[in-house]
Nanobody, 123 residues
């Protein structure tokens, strides 16, 4: 069982930066491929970014590459999402997810999910 607890959401203005964190249960984090997904009000959940268990490979939603960066710190069992130049349409609930199989943008392949912090970007 992998437990995921996110933090770092909040209200920011368009153009600001924000960092989300996702802390996982220690033993499971080391071997898990991780990702961030988001769901805006009235919309379906969509893929944001993913990273392999060893941090060697990252994958991003096309429209977000260059502004968002996914990273992991194995010593802290923590996954991060660094978001820069946030547009107002980035408003959503952001959830981290874990899977033993690296299938970056396929939500159905992720077995464990966090509750997700709300990120609200005001224009």
């Amino acid at each position: 069982q992998v437990q995921l607890v996110e933090s770092g959401g909040g209200l920011v203005q368009a153009g600001d930066s924000l960092r989300l964190s996702c802390t996982a249960s220690p033993g499971a984090f080391r071997n898990s491929n991780m990702a961030w997904f988001r769901q805006a009000p009235g919309k379906e959940r969509e893929f944001v970014a993913a990273i392999t268990w060893n941090g060697a490979i990252t994958h991003y939603r096309d429209s977000l590459e260059g502004r968002f960066r996914i990273a992991r710190d194995s010593a802290k069992n923590t996954l991060y999402l660094h978001m820069h130049s946030l547009p107002s349409d980035a408003t959503a609930v952001y959830s981290c997810a874990a899977t033993p199989f690296f299938s970056p943008d396929s939500a159905s392949r992720y077995r464990y999910w966090g509750q997700g912090p709300q990120v609200t970007v005001s224009s």
